[in-house]
């Protein structure tokens, strides 16, 4: 696998590396013991999928709040993504910094998503599956999320229409929610 390093501390893309013939390929798309090599977390507790029927559904800002903080392995395996990760450490050097990629069932890449940041995104295209590796078990009480449309954070999303949930829709500002 090939991991590189995003914009916000901590974040990476990952690649499969392909081995490919006249059949198609095979790939790693999750190995323990490369996690670790990167010092990235290898404990994976859960999986979830999102389905999106249509192109321009968001769903973000998500986070746990401690202690459940959790890591993700984020991959679409149908469609495409704009896949945002925004930082919320505020003993990161990337501290309110966001980055983004396409990922999508084509590219086959994933992100990695650290403990401690938000994460969301917009599908691009109608009928969008995305698979989450999580490292930690959902609790709703430590649910929580940011507006994706912030100004403090600046996320430049690249649909205008969106179709969202009242809950993500009606997140605290980053001013309200500290």
Same mark, same amino acid.
């Given at each position: ?5 995003? !914009?916000?501390? &901590?974040?990476? %893309?990952?690649? !499969? ?6 059949r198609g390929f095979f790939a790693r798309t999750f190995c323990r ?25 968001? =769903?973000g800002m998500h986070f746990q709040k401690k202690p459940h903080e959790?890591? @993700? %392995?984020?991959?679409?395996? *149908? &469609? ?8 919320? =450490?505020?003993?990161? *050097?990337?501290?309110? @910094? ?6 999508? *069932? ?13 994460? &969301? ?10 698979? /989450?590796?999580?490292?930690?078990? /959902?609790? !709703?009480?430590?649910?929580? &999320?940011?507006?994706?449309?912030? !100004? ?14 009242? =809950?993500? =829709?009606?997140?605290? %500002? ?5």
């Amino acid at each position: 696998m090939k991991f590189t390093a995003m !914009p916000v501390a &901590g974040c990476y %893309l990952v690649e !499969p590396e392909e081995l490919a013939d006249e059949r198609g390929f095979f790939a790693r798309t999750f190995c323990r013991n490369e996690f670790i090599a990167q010092g990235l977390n290898p404990g994976l507790v859960q999986c979830s999928v999102s389905y999106n029927h249509r192109a321009g559904t968001l =769903r973000g800002m998500h986070f746990q709040k401690k202690p459940h903080e959790e890591d @993700k %392995l984020v991959r679409c395996t *149908a &469609g495409s993504i704009f896949d945002v990760v925004l930082d919320l =450490r505020c003993e990161s *050097a990337t501290f309110l @910094k966001w980055t983004a990629a396409e990922l999508s *069932a084509d590219n086959h890449k994933a992100m990695y998503v650290p403990a401690g940041c938000a994460h &969301g995104f917009q599908s691009l295209v109608d009928y969008s599956e995305v698979f /989450y590796q999580i490292s930690e078990t /959902y609790h !709703p009480e430590s649910a929580a &999320g940011v507006r994706w449309d912030d !100004p403090e954070f600046g996320i430049e999303w690249p649909l205008v229409d969106t179709i969202m949930s009242e =809950r993500d =829709r009606n997140f605290d %500002l980053w001013v309200n929610a500290e």
